[in-house]
């Protein structure tokens, strides 16, 4: 009986590789020792956007990116929270040598609550959720080359985007809203995750 368990047990991780199961992610809490890595800079750090007025939905496929009626926006909470997590970044002294944020009015304007003006339009970042799989394709391809080029030396690169994005490239979907993402730059693809900061650690990391 022991035998025929093997046997089936075999049989099925067999069938499980062949259809190209990836393993699932898991996600790693942030460490008081990678944190104050991060404070010397060489990281990628991709962050949600804050919380949204889900009474709203982006009215696809006519969103007007200079036109902010036409996509789904902050709600008050997630421009508070936005408020806050910068707040934390300039109290933990965090260096940021460039600021990457997605062309979407909520992206946007969680970069200015956050960190003010200076940050940089990236396109490639935009929302991927409502976009075909051949859509996806170049933006995964430019969020993998973001991820990848090199973090000028002393800071680190901020980018501010979206869940289905990440999600599509190394399938995490990330929550809460205003988790960062933390990415060194090493590994086969030239980045590889290291862990996730959630808008609720920061009293611990703060202390």
């Given at each position: 009986?022991?035998?025929?368990?093997?046997?089936?047990?075999?049989?099925?991780?067999?069938?499980?590789?062949?259809?190209?199961?990836?393993?699932?992610?898991?996600?790693?809490?942030?460490?008081?020792?990678?944190?104050?890595?991060?404070?010397?800079?060489?990281?990628?750090?991709?962050?949600?956007?804050?919380?949204?007025?889900?009474?709203?939905?982006?009215?696809?496929?006519?969103?007007?990116?200079?036109?902010?009626?036409?996509?789904?926006?902050?709600?008050?909470?997630?421009?508070?929270?936005?408020?806050?997590?910068?707040?934390?970044?300039?109290?933990?002294?965090?260096?940021?040598?460039?600021?990457?944020?997605?062309?979407?009015?909520?992206?946007?304007?969680?970069?200015?609550?956050?960190?003010?003006?200076?940050?940089?339009?990236?396109?490639?970042?935009?929302?991927?959720?409502?976009?075909?799989?051949?859509?996806?394709?170049?933006?995964?391809?430019?969020?993998?080359?973001?991820?990848?080029?090199?973090?000028?030396?002393?800071?680190?690169?901020?980018?501010?985007?979206?869940?289905?994005?990440?999600?599509?490239?190394?399938?995490?979907?990330?929550?809460?809203?205003?988790?960062?993402?933390?990415?060194?730059?090493?590994?086969?693809?030239?980045?590889?995750?290291?862990?996730?900061?959630?808008?609720?650690d920061w009293a611990e990391l703060l202390k």
């Amino acid at each position: 009986m022991k035998t025929l368990v093997c046997l089936l047990s075999g049989i099925l991780l067999s069938l499980s590789v062949f259809a190209g199961d990836a393993p699932a992610f898991v996600e790693k809490p942030i460490t008081n020792e990678l944190f104050e890595q991060i404070r010397s800079g060489g990281f990628v750090l991709y962050m949600r956007h804050g919380n949204t007025d889900n009474s709203r939905a982006d009215r696809f496929p006519a969103v007007d990116l200079s036109d902010c009626s036409t996509q789904r926006l902050l709600s008050d909470a997630g421009r508070q929270l936005m408020r806050d997590i910068g707040r934390h970044l300039r109290s933990a002294k965090l260096p940021l040598n460039r600021v990457l944020v997605s062309p979407m009015c909520r992206t946007r304007e969680s970069a200015q609550l956050a960190i003010g003006d200076q940050f940089e339009i990236s396109e490639p970042l935009m929302y991927s959720a409502n976009m075909t799989s051949a859509q996806k394709q170049p933006r995964i391809a430019a969020l993998k080359k973001l991820l990848a080029e090199p973090v000028k030396p002393g800071g680190n690169t901020l980018i501010i985007a979206h869940a289905p994005n990440l999600d599509d490239l190394i399938g995490f979907f990330v929550k809460p809203e205003g988790t960062i993402v933390v990415f060194r730059q090493t590994g086969a693809a030239g980045y590889e995750y290291a862990a996730s900061i959630h808008p609720a650690d920061w009293a611990e990391l703060l202390k």
